[in-house]
């Protein structure tokens, strides 16, 4: 494969990342919802909401994790971008990342112990991956 080729596979992860959180904001306020009510999901939310449900709160810290996660990634694959890095190991990398990031929100949802922290993992390592690729070129 070329460094092109390497380079699409990595837009294509970082789109389809920027999708998933999409995604994730509309489940978790989809859930949010449900469980409060419209009227208070229509206010200023000055006041702390009503008890939620613990589904809603672990999609909640999952779409959290996934914005922090998010901005690393998008940061690693813009530099490879910048630098013209675009390996095999990047490629790989942007896909863990993606695929881990998915496989988190269920995982996540459903109170997997364990196999969440693994989940993160993966998509943790594709991070780094990706940051491999780019840093011989600093």
């Known amino acids: 494969m ?3 080729a390497f380079a699409q596979i990595e837009f294509q992860m970082l789109w389809a990342s920027a999708i998933l959180g ?3 904001i509309a489940i978790a ?15 200023a939310r000055d006041e702390p ?16 994790n996934f914005t922090e996660t998010f901005a690393v990634f998008a940061c ?4 490879a971008r910048a ?16 695929w881990g990031r998915v496989a988190y929100v269920p995982a996540y949802a459903l109170g997997i112990p364990y196999v969440r922290g693994l989940i993160w993992a ?17």
């Open 2 to 4: 070329s460094d092109q």
């Open 22 to 24: 999409l995604v994730q």
């Open 29 to 43: 306020s989809i859930a949010g919802w449900a469980f409060v009510g419209i009227r208070w999901m229509n206010t």
């Open 49 to 64: 909401p009503p008890a939620t449900s613990r589904l809603t709160a672990r999609l909640d810290r999952a779409l959290k």
């Open 76 to 79: 690693a694959i813009l530099l």
């Open 83 to 98: 630098l013209g890095r675009h390996t095999e190991i990047s490629a790989l990398g942007a896909r863990l990342y993606f």
């Open 122 to 138: 993966v998509a943790t390592i594709g991070i780094i991956m990706v940051l491999f690729a780019v840093f011989p070129a600093l």
